[in-house]
């Protein structure tokens, strides 16, 4: 007999269902397997093969023909080890159908039966719920991942021949329950900062509408110990942020044994020789730093020193919040809402503009070190703020400085605010706006629009500059609890605009 099995294979971060369908013919025996599977796919005839004779079943001494459908979408993954184990057992009447009625099947198996984990269950789990099934079934070890959607009823095994029994209403098989991992918050906290009082105001309108920051200073003015602050005053998750961060952690293969959703917001730091497919994707369409940023924070340290053809790949997700990735094996749409945080020396030695230090690069030196940074990508880059050293006085008070908790509290008051009045489109937080949005949201003062529209012709600035001035006015707005944006807002916000322009 034939029969049909449900599963999935990942597209991105997407899961996309597929059925496994498993059929006995009377010709000389042999495992086939049709319908675009790749490589891991293939290999899973010998796995299955050796999983059931070490589970105690009878490999058919027939041609095994398995078809994964639709037989035009690629196949990857060893998730369908265990769909397609299933199907034999079923299609040799080893183990009763009924189970299989509105139930999918997805993972790895080992040469003894056992099941290994296996990358993106969660997309699994809710592809599987909006296909309308009611149970999944998936390795223990990863069954916390898929429990935490709802209306799906997920089952964890640890052999083969669990699955085969609880097929045979001759043994249990347990329901996985959510939990998510155990993690504090941030240790991190901005008290630890002494002095810095603009990257401090700056740091805090960036959390407050998800902006992006360039911070600029000399080695050790303290750039890298606010940028790694920046999570500890940043809005908690909500579940449906968590579940798109899971998601791509899960595709990605970052989530540990048993773990539920993540529960923090990510701080993705990549070194500057990352490549760019470490950045946004690789060949396998496996999702790069931007992504795994996604609903947190990306610190590019010393962005000056990446690769110029790798920066210029963030400028489309900077603007859009999602990622378009293409390659040879296929096209696929990564989520990229990110915060994006960069540090940079003003020059190659570092100690231009330095209180006590003099700079030793020539100005020519100065000018191309300079230009690894285009004027498209600082664009797109919100907050421009010098960081100063600290100076020994400061260091040596004992007071701490403002804790991360009162700084998040104003952060959390100010997206609420944002929430509230975004409540008629998709955005939450004010960097999200976009075309007349912003001007509705913004809602400025004649005397704003006056300023705004001065400074901007004195300085030569783009249209994309206005809009995201205006931005992070509506923000510092937002911040002081202010309705419209109004002169005091505008000036802090070209500050913020000009404030490197003016140190150079």
Known sequence: MSCTVSSGTLVGVDAHPVHVEVDLLRRLPAVVIVGLPGGAVRE?????RSALQQADFEFPRKRVVVNLAPADLKKSGTGFDLPIAVGILVASEQVPITRLNDTAFFGELSLDGQLRRVRGVLPMALMAREQGLKRLVVPQECAPEAAVVSDLEVRGARTLGEVAAWMRDAGPLPLAEAHPKATARQRLDLSEVRGQHQARRALEVAAAGGHN????????????????????????LSFEEAIDITRVHSVAGLLDAGQGLVTQRP?????????????IGNAALRPGEVSLAHHGVLFLDEIAEFQR??????????????LHLTRASGSVEFPADISLVAAANPCPCGYLGHPTRSCSCSPGHIERYRQRLSGPLLDRIDLHVWVDPVSPEELARTAPGESSSAVRARVEAARARQRARHSNHKAQCNAQLQGDQVRQAAQPTSG??????????KLGLSARAWSRILKVARTVADLDGDERVDEPHVLEALTWRDHVRGRQ
Not at 448 to 457: F, G, H, N, Q
Request: charged share 25%; aromatic share 2%; glycine share 8%.
């Open 213 to 236: 920051l360039l911070m600029m200073g000399s080695p050790g003015c303290g750039k890298s110990m606010l940028a790694a602050r920046l999570p500890s005053i940043l809005p908690d």
């Open 448 to 457: 704003a629009l006056r300023i705004l529209e001065r400074t901007l012709a």
């Open 309 to 322: 053809s790798v920066l210029e790949l963030l400028r489309g997700p900077l603007e859009d919040r999602r």
């Open 267 to 279: 701080f993705r730091a990549p070194h500057h020789s990352v490549t760019a497919a470490g950045m």
């Open 44 to 48: 899973s005839a010998d796995r299955v």
